[in-house]
């Protein structure tokens, strides 16, 4: 009954969301007709039915019921609680649910909440929410059914994919869909404003607090992810340019530069067309990252579904939105006025510089991405890795970086470069000496030692922005900015340290062997089996000694889980302020002894904290911006009422 429930609410959902796509289309050319007033409680009531049936696929997870082929296919009555419920979107039809649920709330609240915006661009942004949700409901309606019973219930599930039982992979998904969905308002409110020829500051801030907590999500999920690939995969490195991660960063970095596009059109009225073909190509981002990673044209070690069926229905829709959106562009963007003008020396032509240098890393991404698919398409196989993203990716971004120091001290409209070259000219200078100092004391690559000194002048030049403020009056916005631009500098001198500074050794050890990575020493105590909830392991027990400190333990292992069948590396790590200890035991060699792979690894923990700090940027901006917009608006109405008393 619980599944028949959540499949009723599914239909009921879609048929909303078709209602609100009729209601809002109508209303557009009339604005005062019969179905005006029905869009919005038809977005509210989709969001809420929605929602109630992701919870009914919740509640089967959880009662691990196995009549339902989802729940078989993916559980099992063994596993924590925790992984049965990450079961629900561990997985190609629960993973779907769960974007159609945020996607619907979002709605929910666009309906509910959004006053700021004409009616009539209202109108049109919430039937392109639909329009965009409909798609959707009618891939899971009709293709990826989430409650499908079995004919006859299973004895035992199959469980969920080992590499998927992780506390990080728990919460990582979710976190990237909320910044997809993000995107998909951002893409209903570009298309809005264009269809209704209101590209207006008014839009912009309607529009960028949901860019904004996009970004913060996908900064989150990113981060998390690549934390994941670095502990979980026991491949000892952070970033492999794998194309599953490459489909999540493609979006952040569309993001990246709508969130800054938006910001301009919203305090200075410039960058018009610029923000809504950037909020077009976001949301095209995301959808490309949805058709890459279902389709099953990528082979990645988390590639969800490999259904080529399902993979032709998303590309359709793929088709769908981003064709019919990019036509509507060609055929309204000359419609759109220009805005206000600035010089190239202002803080907006930094901006666009910028932009322009974050298109272009994007498109060495998606490049990098798809040319395997199409060689082999060709029956060519080849492989794009680090040999090809790294250097290309540094011819743009090292620009960026170096703009992203001093833009922020330009003045908006105009400004001349004499003003700001006193501390380009330090930053420039400190940035050499960094590096020429890295390049003599190490053996660092050229690109290593690159990323050092733009780290060093990037930290120093994300401060700068601060110098003479009273710090306690300083806005929250700027504060998200300075603290976003630190984070993109600490995570680049992590990822630079690591590329530099990295020792790794590969021993097979005895119970007893002793063995020194950098300036650790590691002993290997024993080998013993141990026992999971659902799995079984052999693990190393290690005492690790920094320079003669007090050893601690570390206990790496090699896990067998029996349903489904598969071994797993469970890497140990041990983390100081100055770098981790990375530890993976491998198999057994004839004589008794066990290979170990050890990783000393300087500084490598900075790459995530940087992610972290970039996100906390963001939710500093972001409350900055909501706050500001509640004193607007608490103003207004305040006005308003002394009117109203002042003509009584």
Request: positive net charge.
């Amino acid at each position: 009954m619980i599944a028949e429930l959540g499949l009723a609410a599914l239909w009921l959902a879609a048929a909303l969301a078709g209602l609100q796509l009729i209601a809002g289309a109508v209303s557009v050319k009339q604005p005062d007709g019969p179905l005006a007033s029905l869009a919005r409680p038809a977005a509210v009531m989709q969001g809420v039915l929605a929602a109630f049936a992701f919870a009914m696929l919740l509640w089967l997870f959880a009662q691990t019921d196995l009549s339902v082929k989802l729940v078989a296919a993916n559980s099992h009555s063994a596993k924590p609680m925790i992984f049965k419920l990450s079961g629900t979107w561990g997985n190609h039809e629960g993973s779907m649910l769960l974007w159609i649920t945020v996607m619907a709330l979002a709605g929910a609240m666009i309906g509910y909440l959004e006053r700021r915006l004409p009616e009539v661009t209202m109108q049109a942004t919430l039937a392109t929410q639909a329009f965009v949700g409909l798609g959707f409901y009618a891939f899971l309606l009709l293709s990826s059914n989430p409650f499908e019973r079995l004919p006859t219930p299973a004895a035992e599930g199959q469980g969920l994919n080992p590499l998927l039982q992780d506390i990080g992979l728990a919460f990582h998904p979710p976190t990237l869909y909320f910044g997809y969905v993000g995107l998909s308002v951002a893409f209903s409110f570009a298309l809005g404003a264009l269809l209704t020829r209101q590209v207006t500051p008014n839009f912009a801030r309607a529009m960028r607090p949901w860019v904004l907590g996009a970004w913060i999500f996908l900064t989150l999920g990113i981060t998390a992810g690549s934390y994941w690939a670095y502990y979980e995969l026991g491949w000892g490195g952070w970033w492999f340019w794998d194309p599953v991660e490459n489909a999540s960063l493609m979006p952040w970095l569309a993001a990246t530069a709508l969130l800054h596009s938006v910001s301009v059109l919203a305090a200075r009225d410039a960058l018009r067309a610029w923000t809504i073909m950037l909020g077009v190509v976001a949301f095209s981002m995301s959808m490309m990252g949805t058709f890459l990673v279902r389709s099953g044209v990528l082979t990645s070690v988390h590639a969800f579904a490999v259904d080529p069926e399902r993979g032709a229905f998303i590309l359709v829709l793929l088709g769908i939105y981003i064709g019919g959106a990019l036509t509507i562009f060609a055929l309204r963007a000359g419609t759109v006025q220009e805005g206000e003008r600035f010089t190239a020396t202002s803080r907006e032509g930094a901006l666009v510089f910028n932009n322009v240098m974050l298109s272009a890393i994007l498109a060495v991404v998606l490049v990098g991405t798809l040319y395997p698919l199409l060689t082999e398409a060709f029956g060519v196989q080849v492989s794009v890795g680090p040999p090809y993203f790294n250097p290309v990716g540094a011819i743009f971004t090292l620009p960026m970086l170096a703009v992203m120091a001093v833009g922020p001290l330009l003045r908006w409209r105009r400004d001349g470069v004499k003003r700001v070259s006193k501390p380009a000219v330090f930053l420039a200078i400190f940035a050499v000496v960094v590096g020429a100092l890295v390049a003599y004391l190490s053996n660092a690559s050229v690109l290593a030692v690159l990323g050092l000194a733009f780290a060093a002048a990037l930290g120093i030049g994300s401060l700068l922005p601060l110098k003479g403020r009273n710090l306690l009056r300083t806005p929250l916005a700027t504060w998200g900015m300075v603290t976003a631009h630190f984070g993109i500098a600490v995570a680049l001198f992590g990822m630079a340290s690591e590329s530099a500074f990295s020792i790794e050794k590969l021993v097979a050890a005895r119970p007893g062997d002793v063995t020194e990575v950098g300036p650790w020493k590691i002993t290997l105590d024993s080998v013993d089996p141990v026992v999971g909830p659902n799995w079984t392991a052999l693990q190393a027990d290690l005492q690790a000694s920094y320079k003669g400190a007090a050893a601690i333990e570390l206990q790496p292992q090699s896990r067998t889980f029996w349903s489904p069948e598969r071994e797993t590396a469970e890497s140990a790590l041990a983390t100081r302020w100055n770098g981790q200890l990375y530890a993976v035991m491998g198999s057994g060699i004839e004589d008794g002894r066990r290979q170990l792979r050890l990783w000393w690894k300087p500084f490598v923990p900075m790459i995530w904290l940087g992610g972290i700090l970039v996100a906390l940027g963001g939710l500093l901006a972001l409350i900055g911006r909501l706050t500001a917009d509640l004193k607007r608006h608490y103003v207004r109405r305040r006005s308003a009422e002394r009117r109203e008393e002042t003509q009584a």
